[in-house]
């Protein structure tokens, strides 16, 4: 397992960001699910040595990340949630800019490398043009860019969907599932339909604590049997769909038209409380 | 083969082993040029053995003689093939880097280091546009001869590199902090190189308007202590706080130090032999504090 985490604590303050989580991830990708404010930025940064844990353990491509942070950076790619560019530089100078960062020192080895990742993200065409000059789903695919730089080991993609349109999405999922094929890939993200797409395996956070860590087949079969569709509101959960119909969500009463859940139905019961016993 | 006139050899006056002696003229080009390339100077011509003026020569007949390129095209090996297109390549498809990347390469800055400097906010030219221009108002009115003419250039001139120091790195004025902060080049290392540069682009202009402004005067060189020893303070101070405030918490000291010295004390107290010397001090102190505390900046 290239990245193995064990009762890790991390406290902002009085508040409790992390509390006692759990998991493992090898290679694909493994997605982190959660609400806001459940602990995936604060997990994500932690595994990219950017923080200090608290307490616990967190072991990276068999490293520990508080006595090898740098021989673990050399193998590591790292999208942050809110990445910033230079947005003076073109997109070339700023992968280049990076890489430099990355210790590769070598000036036409660099720019190989640099061509190889543009032409990775569908980036070539542009690499001329200023940041400045890009749309928000280009940027995005520049960060992806210099995150595989080197060819890291573990890839770690914090809220990478996010503002995206459903094509530039769809983009990223070809994008993101290409690079989980010989990588560990650490994916970060508030949206089911990306787990149900690129995921082997999920780790759903609330409140700073691990509560499902499968597969996604196993997270949507939390709601088997708990979905059901009404003309009333119903259940622990329930919303009126586009056809009039209420979709509820939680012990559903005798004779209920019980329907094929999905990832969201049983990522939402999570959320919402479902009875312990269920989780196991 | 011997009897051409324009045959490579013959231009080889520069003491290089001439492989070209045996050529042979037929083909369309052989009668337009009158030689073609025989096997071994096609192998010395692959291997990258002929002098540069023959080299150009087979060149030039190369580009004319359909026949000679069928020749040569088997010596050629495929690695040297994929290391010169890799190096075309590299040429035509690297974007030119910007006016102030070109001026650190020509003043012999290594490319990744003139890189890594371009990214720095106060590098740029609107910083460095603004603070000479700041300096220079400073200098004019240095000329003026009331009590608060040449204090004030006095006291500007160590900001500039403070604040400019201070807008170089760190989460508030680096739009990629946190990718630098997980990279493995050293975080400690890029910050004081950048505020190496940033003193040179800074001190520079300030001691070329002092001189051009107000002769050559101590005044001229009066603030340069000062500016090392806050630029230090505020380097060291940005272990601990974000270096733009840093930069901005020293300054409003050393600010408020000028304004009240120059109303409660004799006008140009704070420029003394023994403050100067303080400055020193404070200068060595924090650089060795700095130096010792190095690893909290990765």
Same mark, same amino acid.
């Given at each position: 397992?290239?990245?193995?985490?064990?009762?890790?604590?991390k406290?902002?303050g009085?508040?409790r960001?992390?509390? =006692?989580l759990? #998991?493992?991830?090898?290679?694909?990708?493994?997605?982190?699910?959660?609400?806001?404010?459940?602990?995936?930025?604060t997990?994500?940064?932690?595994?990219?040595?950017?923080?200090? $844990?608290?307490?616990?353990?967190i072991?990276?491509?068999?490293?520990?990340?508080?006595?090898?942070p740098?021989?673990?950076?050399?193998? *590591?790619?790292?999208?942050?949630q809110?990445?910033?560019?230079?947005?003076? #530089?073109?997109v070339?100078e #700023?992968?280049?800019?990076?890489?430099?960062?990355?210790?590769?020192?070598?000036?036409?080895?660099?720019?190989? %490398?640099?061509?190889?990742?543009?032409?990775?993200?569908?980036?070539?065409?542009? $690499?001329?043009?200023?940041?400045?000059?890009?749309?928000?789903?280009?940027?995005?695919?520049?960060?992806? &860019?210099?995150?595989?730089?080197?060819?890291? &080991? *573990?890839?770690?993609l914090?809220e990478p969907?996010?503002?995206? !349109?459903?094509?530039q999405?769809?983009?990223?999922?070809?994008?993101?599932?290409r690079?989980? %094929? !010989?990588r560990?890939?650490?994916?970060?993200?508030h949206?089911?339909?990306?787990?149900a797409a690129l995921?082997?395996?999920?780790?759903?956070?609330?409140?700073?604590?691990? &509560? #499902?860590?499968?597969?996604?087949?196993?997270?949507?079969a939390?709601?088997?049997?708990?979905?059901?569709l $009404?003309?009333?509101?119903a259940?622990?959960?329930?919303?009126?769909?586009? !056809?009039?119909?209420?979709?509820?969500?939680?012990? &559903?009463p005798?004779? $209920?038209?019980?329907?094929?859940?999905?990832? %969201?139905?049983?990522?939402?019961?999570?959320? =919402?409380?479902?009875?312990?016993?269920?989780?196991? | 083969?011997?009897q051409?006139?324009?045959r490579?050899g013959?231009t080889?006056?520069?003491?290089?082993?001439?492989?070209s002696?045996?050529?042979?003229?037929?083909?369309?080009?052989?009668?337009?040029?009158?030689w073609?390339?025989d096997?071994?100077?096609?192998v010395?011509?692959a291997?990258? @053995?002929?002098?540069p003026?023959?080299?150009?020569?087979?060149?030039?007949?190369l580009?004319?003689?359909?026949?000679?390129?069928?020749?040569?095209?088997?010596q050629?090996?495929?690695?040297?093939?994929? @290391?010169?297109?890799?190096?075309?390549?590299?040429?035509v498809?690297?974007p030119?880097p910007?006016?102030?990347?070109?001026?650190?390469?020509?003043?012999?800055v290594?490319?990744?280091?003139?890189?890594l400097?371009?990214?720095?906010r106060?590098?740029?030219?609107?910083?460095?546009?603004?603070?000479?221009?700041?300096?220079?108002?400073?200098?004019?009115?240095?000329?003026?001869?009331?009590? +608060?003419?040449?204090?004030?250039?006095?006291?500007?001139?160590?900001?500039?590199?403070?604040l400019?120091?201070?807008l170089?790195? /760190?989460?508030?004025?680096?739009?990629?902090?946190?990718?630098?902060l997980?990279?493995?080049?050293?975080?400690?290392?890029?910050?004081?190189?950048r505020a190496?540069?940033?003193?040179?682009?800074?001190?520079?202009?300030?001691?070329?308007?002092?001189?051009?402004f107000?002769?050559q005067? +101590?005044?001229?060189? /009066? +603030?340069l202590?000062?500016?090392l020893?806050?630029?230090?303070?505020?380097l060291?101070?940005?272990?601990?706080?974000?270096?733009?405030?840093?930069?901005?918490?020293?300054?409003?000291? +050393?600010l408020?130090g000028?304004v009240?010295?120059n109303?409660?004390?004799?006008?140009?107290?704070?420029?003394?032999?023994?403050?100067?010397l303080?400055y020193?001090?404070?200068?060595?102190?924090?650089?060795?504090?700095l130096?010792?505390? @190095? @690893?909290?900046?990765?």
């Open positions: 397992m290239n990245v193995v985490v064990d009762d890790l604590t406290t902002y009085r508040s960001a992390l509390d =006692g759990s #998991f493992s991830a090898g290679q694909g990708v493994t997605g982190l699910l959660g609400p806001n404010g459940a602990g995936k930025t997990l994500i940064r932690l595994l990219a040595t950017a923080l200090a $844990s608290d307490g616990g353990t072991r990276l491509l068999g490293m520990d990340p508080a006595k090898e740098a021989a673990i950076r050399r193998r *590591l790619g790292y999208l942050p809110e990445t910033g560019y230079h947005r003076a #530089f073109t070339f #700023f992968v280049d800019y990076v890489a430099i960062l990355k210790e590769m020192v070598d000036r036409r080895a660099r720019h190989d %490398e640099v061509r190889r990742v543009l032409a990775e993200v569908g980036l070539s065409d542009v $690499s001329h043009k200023k940041i400045r000059a890009l749309s928000g789903g280009m940027r995005r695919r520049v960060g992806i &860019a210099q995150a595989l730089l080197g060819e890291p &080991a *573990l890839v770690l914090d969907t996010v503002g995206l !349109d459903p094509e999405r769809l983009r990223f999922r070809e994008l993101i599932s690079i989980g %094929e !010989d560990t890939v650490i994916l970060s993200t949206q089911t339909e990306d787990v995921c082997a395996r999920v780790v759903v956070l609330k409140g700073g604590r691990q &509560a #499902f860590e499968g597969t996604p087949a196993e997270l949507r939390l709601a088997e049997g708990r979905t059901w $009404s003309d009333q509101k259940g622990m959960l329930s919303w009126r769909t586009g !056809d009039g119909l209420f979709r509820n969500l939680g012990d &559903a005798g004779g $209920s038209r019980l329907v094929e859940p999905t990832i %969201e139905d049983g990522y939402l019961l999570l959320l =919402g409380g479902l009875p312990e016993e269920a989780t196991r | 083969m011997n051409h006139t324009d490579p013959d080889n006056g520069d003491g290089h082993t001439d492989t002696r045996d050529m042979h003229p037929d083909g369309q080009a052989g009668r337009r040029t009158g073609h390339m096997d071994d100077l096609a010395a011509y291997e990258g @053995r002929l002098s003026t023959t080299a150009a020569s087979v060149e030039a007949h580009l004319a003689c359909a026949s000679c390129r069928g020749l040569l095209a088997p050629v090996s495929q690695t040297r093939l994929d @290391r010169i297109w890799v190096e075309v390549v590299d040429v498809d690297t030119a910007g006016p102030f990347e070109r001026l650190l390469r020509l003043v012999g290594r490319h990744h280091i003139a890189r400097l371009a990214a720095a106060s590098l740029r030219l609107p910083w460095l546009a603004g603070a000479s221009l700041a300096l220079f108002f400073a200098a004019l009115a240095a000329g003026e001869t009331t009590r +608060w003419g040449v204090i004030g250039f006095l006291a500007l001139a160590p900001i500039v590199p403070v400019g120091v201070g170089a790195f /760190g989460r508030g004025a680096d739009p990629a902090y946190e990718i630098g997980v990279a493995p080049y050293s975080a400690f290392r890029v910050m004081l190189l190496a540069a940033v003193l040179i682009t800074s001190v520079v202009p300030a001691l070329v308007i002092g001189v051009a107000l002769g005067t +101590w005044t001229v060189v /009066g +603030w202590l000062p500016a020893a806050l630029t230090s303070l505020s060291l101070l940005s272990r601990w706080f974000e270096p733009v405030q840093a930069a901005a918490g020293v300054s409003a000291l +050393w408020t000028v009240w010295t109303l409660h004390a004799p006008s140009l107290a704070m420029f003394g032999g023994a403050e100067q303080a020193l001090i404070i200068t060595v102190v924090s650089g060795v504090l130096f010792l505390g @190095r @690893r909290e900046f990765s």
